[in-house]
């Protein structure tokens, strides 16, 4: 199943071992030639790794009672994050701000911290982030920014209430950053192109929307099976700048201040506190079902011309104005937060050979 992004896995663990292979395509004249990147050592512009905050059997959404206050949990949502910030947050708020009066705090600054305290706003809540670290020293601003609910969850371990839960939070969030398309908030639309050799992979009909198996001849790919769908990638780095200047717009307050311990939190003089730490939860609440998953990106210089995404076995390929992202692993219980040279390099080759091997002649 997509959502757990299996083929990444696989190609994660291949590229660690250095053995991707891009099969053997012919080149030849008859199929849709697209703008092949420029891979290369020496088109390598920055480096960068983060932490996925990823459980098994999903994100939390959940509301218990700290003390006096009311403590709302947004938090766990592995290497879907930002596909899902607005629809998770909106389930947040819906489970907060019902019955509540009076002035509202979230602590995090990430995607999850930022949707929530604007949906906070736009309920009309008066709003303070409590955070350790502001965009762009977080995770969030690491993401390669595709929507689409990748590596969520453990088929295994989810529960029909976390899938409830889970397709309540992507409808949303499917409909909101459609309406945030443009340069704003660097959010735009593209073809994406999937390696597959699964006709199960086309069981995700309904999402996105928009998806088919192309033939040999649609494609350039030195694959034989490809899935084609439309949707949206979010250039993280703006799209979060923007959403700063949003809440501060709209009369939020940004403290930077770290919690030790759930008691610091409970003297906060908020009434109504959301906790959208991220991979922190682990530490301040104790969440032990809370694992970092790695991944290293290599980005190289922008190609404007290239207006497509490819993902397969050779890693993923996102193309965005502040750089051509080329992932990526998936490394589980990795905690070293820094790219490591030599899977950097290994990432590299792996894209140049696949990229090489396009079979379509212009
Ligand atoms: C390489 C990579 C690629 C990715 N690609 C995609 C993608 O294409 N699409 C997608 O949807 N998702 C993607 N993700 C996943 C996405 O980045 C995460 O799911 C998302 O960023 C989590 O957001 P968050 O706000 O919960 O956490 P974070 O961004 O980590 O924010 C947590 C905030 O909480 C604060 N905080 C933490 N602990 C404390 C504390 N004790 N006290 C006070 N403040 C605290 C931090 O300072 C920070 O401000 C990717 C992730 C990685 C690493």
């Not at 930002?82 to 509202?104: F, Y």
């Not at 439309?230 to 709209?250: S, W």
């Not at 939020?252 to 939190?265: L, N």
Request: aromatic fraction near 10%.
């Amino acid at each position: 199943m997509l959502l757990d992004r299996r083929t990444f896995t696989a190609a994660s663990a291949a590229l660690l071992a250095g053995c991707t292979t891009v099969g053997t395509g012919r080149r030849y004249a008859g199929c849709t030639p697209l703008p092949p990147v420029k891979v290369d050592q020496s088109r390598v512009i920055r480096t960068v790794a983060g932490l996925r905050p990823y459980r098994r059997s999903g994100f939390v959404v959940r509301r218990e009672q700290l003390g006096e206050k009311a403590l709302v949990h947004n938090y766990g949502h592995g290497g879907g994050g930002i596909t899902l910030s607005w629809g998770s947050s909106k389930l947040a708020a819906e489970l907060g701000l019902s019955g509540h009066s009076g002035p509202v705090a979230v602590i995090g600054a990430g995607v999850m911290g930022l949707s929530t305290a604007r949906l906070v706003q736009e309920a009309g809540f008066p709003v303070t982030i409590y955070t350790a670290a502001l965009p762009p020293d977080t995770t969030s601003n690491i993401a390669g920014g595709q929507f689409h609910p990748a590596y969520v969850f453990s088929d295994d371990a989810v529960t029909p209430e976390l899938m409830a839960q889970f397709t309540r939070a992507l409808d949303y969030s499917w409909r909101r950053f459609q309406i945030m398309v443009g340069d704003d908030y660097g959010v735009r639309w593209l073809p994406t192109y999937v390696e597959t050799d699964s006709p199960e992979e086309k069981a995700i009909e309904t999402f996105p929307p928009i998806n088919r198996m192309l033939t040999a001849a649609e494609h350039p790919f030195p694959w034989k099976s490809t899935l084609r769908y439309d949707t949206m990638y979010v250039e993280t780095g703006r799209y979060l700048r923007q959403m700063e200047r949003d809440v501060r717009l709209a009369g939020g307050r940004i403290e930077v201040r770290r919690f030790a311990t759930p008691a610091d939190i409970a003297s906060l003089p908020e009434g109504l506190v959301f906790n959208c730490t991220g991979l922190g939860s682990r530490e301040l609440f104790g969440d032990s079902d809370l694992v970092p998953v790695r991944g290293q990106l290599a980005i190289l210089e922008p190609q404007p011309e290239v207006r497509y995404a490819a993902l397969g076995d050779f890693g993923y390929m996102f193309p965005r104005a502040d750089g051509i992202l080329l992932g990526g692993t998936f490394e589980r219980g990795e905690w070293d937060p820094t790219p490591q040279p030599a899977d950097i390099a290994r990432i590299v080759a792996s894209q140049k050979r696949f990229f090489d091997a396009f079979r379509c002649t212009a």
